[in-house]
């Protein structure tokens, strides 16, 4: 209406302005119904340009229903990331609708890592169970694999069936969330983000004890969703350092403007920033010049300069008792052989905590013999 009214000097309404934005989008992008049209022919083409991509497309009634996307390189990939996957679905801002569903994890960088898509009507029992299976499909059986979502009841029924073995985590950032707009408080949140991320059980039940004096209410509300959902300690599974879904929530921001396009289109730029990312990640890695990826040597760094002070004392078998630490933090027992520290951070994150650096230190050993393969330099160049 402004540009109208300074070229021509013309007063243009908002209904006449709305249109002819409309007519011009649609012969610039073409009409939404050829762009469905489309899909089966483009998702043939990018699986036969890139191999062991897997893709799908479910039609009812001659209209389009669901479809699913995985690429070659995603597939590859994923088999040397953490096996922590952040699932979430977003609305699409179509004149037809409809949601994005992604999975997305973190490589050795913690750099984003999306593995599949789909695109369906809406988020129900139906739906995640189509893109779930694919993705078995596309991931295959997953040894020690953690799901952390949103508290989307479809999503946690269709895991139990599809993916019975592995184990589903709540964002701790939703339960806060809920916490707030159920409660009309915010007062808890910082002690509940004390609690979900502590180490050890014996942490988390001293610091959940502040929680109940704040309020009981709150408390029995976090208590009656299980510890094992959203707090580090009681996870059933191996959760690493991921404790929120903001990962496939990343993913939905970066595809803000895209989920304006139509469908193809919205395909075709999902395809180029993955091979963009894909592209800088890879150069990157190529470039790292130290044992683990660059956050995390950063991280084990840290540890170190906390491990020169600690007094190590060996116990006679495979464990190793260490002082307190410089920050005032207790000490820890450490056993080499499991990789485990009363502590809880070495066995959760995989990377040694400082009582863990203080005792190779100690025993002449290299602290990266004790870091998860999934943080080095190679692991993040393979994926």
């Not at 036969?48 to 799908?56: A, S, V, Y």
């Not at 970066?254 to 396009?261: M, N, S």
């Not at 469908?263 to 683990?292: E, Y």
Request: net charge neutral; glycine share 6%; hydrophobic share 40%.
């Amino acid at each position: 209406m402004r540009d109208v009214k300074r070229v021509y000097g013309i007063e243009l309404s908002y209904e006449k302005a709305w249109r002819c934005r409309e007519k011009t989008l649609m012969y610039v992008r073409g009409r939404p119904e050829n762009s469905y049209l489309k899909i089966p022919s483009y998702l043939y083409i990018l699986q036969q340009k890139n191999p062991g991509t897997i893709t799908d497309i479910v039609v009812e009634d001659d209209r389009f229903k669901y479809c699913f996307f995985s690429l070659g390189a995603c597939r590859r990939g994923f088999s040397f990331c953490r096996p922590v996957i952040s699932i979430d679905g977003t609305c699409l801002e179509t004149k037809y609708g409809g949601i994005m569903l992604c999975v997305v994890t973190l490589d050795a960088n913690n750099q984003l890592f999306p593995i599949a898509f789909g695109i369906v009507d809406s988020e129900n029992n139906d739906s995640w169970t189509y893109f779930l299976l694919k993705l078995k499909e596309a991931i295959g059986e997953v040894h020690n694999l953690v799901f952390v979502s949103n508290g989307h009841q479809s999503i946690e029924h269709v895991i139990d069936v599809v993916f019975p073995d592995a184990c589903h985590c709540a964002c701790y950032h939703h339960i806060a969330m809920n916490v707030v707009d159920k409660f009309k408080t915010d007062a808890c949140n910082k002690q509940i983000w004390t609690v979900a991320y502590t180490f050890s059980k014996a942490d988390f039940d001293k610091e959940f004890q502040k929680v109940r004096k704040m309020d009981l209410v709150i408390a029995a509300y976090l208590e009656d969703i299980g510890f094992e959902k959203w707090a580090r300690p009681y996870c059933m599974g191996d959760r690493y350092n991921v404790m929120t879904s903001n990962t496939a929530e990343s993913i939905n921001i970066v595809t803000e403007e895209a989920k304006k396009f139509l469908i193809t289109n919205l395909i075709k730029f999902i395809r180029f920033t993955l091979q963009t990312w894909f592209t800088d990640h890879f150069l990157k890695a190529d470039k790292c010049s130290t044992p683990l990826t660059e956050i995390f040597e950063g991280d084990l760094a840290l540890k170190l300069a906390d491990a020169k002070f600690l007094n190590v004392q060996h116990n006679g078998s495979d464990v190793y008792n260490v002082g307190r630490c410089p920050n005032g933090k207790r000490g820890g027992d450490v056993n080499l052989v499991e990789k485990t520290c009363t502590c809880g951070l070495f066995q959760m994150i995989k990377i040694p905590c400082p009582h863990a650096c203080a005792t190779a230190i100690e025993m002449n050993m290299s602290v990266y013999a004790l870091c998860s393969p999934y943080y080095t330099k190679e692991t993040w160049k393979n994926t």
